[in-house]
């Protein structure tokens, strides 16, 4: 499968162009004042006018949703999927006992099965966004264990495994009325999303909202719709499971911005807006692309 070689390539930057004319002429998606919820379905109302034979549960499957040849190729995949033997791993390091003699289950709600879909979480106490990457390095260090290096490895193996527990069950993030603090890291990671950056000037929302569905060289470029619903997904680029942290970096180096690193309040905030826009769809975690 082809991919984009990005680095110094000036054909790159000229496709990017293209798109750019092409979203100055269009849609301005960014809904100002609109609580989370109106957002959500400003979102959806958006993309049912560009693919209005898509089924709602379909954007779960990126790409591969609105491209049939694609489709074809990862359904092939999907018979024996390679994040198999990773996904066995995570079960093992899940239920594995810290030198202590508790375990992650102690950490979490309903023993830390089939919750996945309600991650990200606002922490009151802290005062933040706790992913469940996090909530698994802080569930370590209180039982005085290191914390896991993030992206990928042991944590996305366990990850996978937490997320094959929740297969099913609907995206389920709560932004919490009584906390104003909650709207903001919303509103922030919202923001992030709309804003342009690097070198290329691009915000994700030109990439997967404005453009979604069109070629960016040999890559039909997904909705944002439905791309919280998969984590952590194993990339045939990777030829490994990653987190999707890793992803934003990635798409961050892709218009030549500098990436923020795993777990900043940056990236906590961005999961945060953009798995509530997947409220609703379920989890399908870990999947494959591309
Ligand atoms: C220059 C275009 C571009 C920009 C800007 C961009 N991306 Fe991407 N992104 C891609 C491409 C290409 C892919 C791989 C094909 C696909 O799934 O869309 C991708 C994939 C993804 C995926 C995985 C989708 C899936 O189904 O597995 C996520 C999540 C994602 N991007 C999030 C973001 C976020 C968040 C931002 C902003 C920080 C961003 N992208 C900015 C081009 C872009």
Redesign the pocket.
Known sequence: MRQ?NIKGSRGFAAT?AVLAAGVAAGFAPYPAHAGPEQDRIHLIGFYEARFPKLKLDDYVN??YAINPQMRAEWEQIMVFPPYLPALDTGKKLFHTKFKNGRSYADCFPHRGIGIANTYPRWDAKRGEVVTLALALNLCREANGEKPLPYGKGKIADILAYMAETAKGKKIHVVIPANDPRALEAYERGKE??YARRGQ?N???A???IQ?AGRL?RA????P?L???T?WP?YRLKWGALGT?QR??R???K??RAKPFPFQSREYRD?EYF?TYMSNGLPEVGPTV??
């Open positions: 984009t990017l990126g790409v992030f999303y290329l691009f915000s994700c030109s990439c997967h453009n960016i890559n039909t470029l997904s944002m439905g791309q919280a998969h997904t999707l992803r934003f990635g798409c961050n892709q218009v961005l953009l692309r591309q």
